[in-house]
Nanobody, 114 residues
């Protein structure tokens, strides 16, 4: 059994920054790649970023490349998404997921607005 809990969302002005966290319970965290997804109201959930199990390899959607950074600390069973230069179109609920599993977090709201 694995539980994922996202945190760190909030209201931020355009150009601002937030760091999202995904804290996991369970012993399998370090064996799985992690992905961040987001879903805006009325839109489909979209993939944002992924990181491999050891943290050495990362991938980003074109829409966030150069602005977001994914990382993980397996000793703390936590993944992160550093979000810089935020834009209004980044507004969404952000979710983390263990790749290859059905485990999702509950999501955290990110709102970018002036």
């Amino acid at each position: 059994q694995v539980q994922l809990v996202e945190s760190g969302g909030g209201l931020v002005q355009p150009g601002g920054s937030l760091r999202l966290s995904c804290a996991a319970s369970g012993s399998i965290f370090s064996r799985n790649a992690i992905a961040w997804y987001r879903q805006a109201p009325g839109k489909q959930r979209e993939w944002v970023s992924s990181i491999n199990s050891g943290g050495e390899t990362t991938y980003y959607a074109d829409s966030v490349k150069g602005r977001f950074t994914i990382s993980r600390d397996n000793a703390k069973s936590t993944a992160y998404l550093q979000m810089n230069s935020l834009k209004p179109e980044d507004t969404a609920v952000y979710y983390c997921k263990l790749i290859g599993s059905d485990y999702w977090g509950q999501g955290t709201q990110v709102t970018v607005s002036s």
